[in-house]
């Protein structure tokens, strides 16, 4: 890695490590990622946000928000390894609107889960959140993607169940496009309620790096900027669990 670069990445480190999270520009990730491996087939990943299936965990208000999952695990310098499609498991504690049951998402497409934007990605999260964990040797990794819509008649809500922590050591949110979309601002909390930080992610491959255990996250519902057109935000948030 070259000198500005990973001075850049000692300094996340450092606030991740100091504070309990980091924002990051998208210009700035981009660098940051490609240096581990290449983003060359970033338009397919990308679109493969058009292909998300319906939540319908979310009851009424599935509709709005569209998902698919993928778990991975990893050595702590080790190849990161697509593991069989499985259930996403939270309990109660940390989310109280759907916790304590299996839920089966749509699995994120073969050639998305392991193409080459996927395992940049998640190499640079192995190395990252390893540099702050030197003493896990495994990881439990989950990769959701996630696609929240906004109508004028009603808001899209990307975190439903209020400022939450996700029960994970870490916590990847990094924003993949948004289209006639307002608000959307990624906020963290201390466990006091404290407002500690907020940031837009507005721009492709814009992050928050979280340590989950510390501090908790949220994201302010969006609505459309023009009523008449279709509105969406994508993301895809990566956790990564002592495993």
């Given amino acids: 890695?070259?000198?500005?670069?990973?001075?850049?990445?000692?300094?996340?480190?450092?606030?991740?490590?100091?504070?309990?999270?980091?924002?990051?520009?998208?210009?700035?990730?981009?660098?940051?990622?490609?240096?581990?491996?290449?983003?060359?087939?970033?338009?397919?990943?990308?679109?493969?946000?058009?292909?998300?299936?319906?939540?319908?965990?979310?009851?009424?208000?599935?509709?709005?928000?569209?998902?698919?999952?993928?778990?991975?695990a990893a050595e702590r310098f080790g190849h990161v390894e697509l593991r069989p499609h499985q259930a996403h498991f939270q309990t109660l504690a940390y989310n109280t609107l759907q916790g304590d049951i299996e839920r089966w998402f749509e699995p994120v497409l073969p050639e998305i889960a392991t193409g080459a934007s996927m395992r940049a990605i998640l190499d640079f999260c192995r190395?990252?959140?390893?540099?702050?964990?030197?003493?896990?040797?495994?990881?439990?990794i989950e990769a959701h993607q996630f696609r929240i819509e906004a109508t004028a008649a009603a808001a899209g809500e990307p975190t439903p169940e209020g400022s939450h922590r996700d029960g994970v050591d870490y916590v990847l949110v990094l924003l993949v496009d948004r289209e006639n979309i307002a608000s959307g601002t990624t906020t963290i909390h201390a466990p006091?309620?404290?407002?500690?930080?907020?940031?837009?992610?507005?721009?492709?491959?814009?992050?928050?790096?979280?340590?989950?255990?510390?501090?908790?996250?949220?994201?302010?519902?969006?609505?459309?900027l023009n009523a008449a057109s279709a509105s969406h935000r994508d993301v895809l948030v990566v956790t990564f669990r002592a495993g």
């Fill in 1 to 72: 890695m070259n000198a500005p670069l990973e001075a850049t990445e000692l300094t996340l480190h450092d606030q991740v490590h100091d504070e309990g999270f980091a924002f990051v520009h998208g210009e700035t990730m981009r660098e940051l990622v490609s240096h581990v491996a290449s983003l060359d087939d970033w338009e397919a990943f990308a679109a493969s946000w058009h292909a998300l299936e319906p939540d319908t965990y979310l009851a009424a208000t599935g509709r709005f928000r569209r998902r698919r999952h993928a778990v991975y």
């Fill in 127 to 140: 190395d990252f959140f390893g540099g702050l964990s030197p003493d896990v040797p495994h990881w439990h």
């Fill in 192 to 224: 006091d309620g404290r407002a500690l930080g907020e940031f837009t992610l507005a721009k492709p491959l814009d992050s928050a790096l979280i340590h989950d255990p510390r501090v908790f996250h949220g994201v302010t519902p969006v609505t459309p």
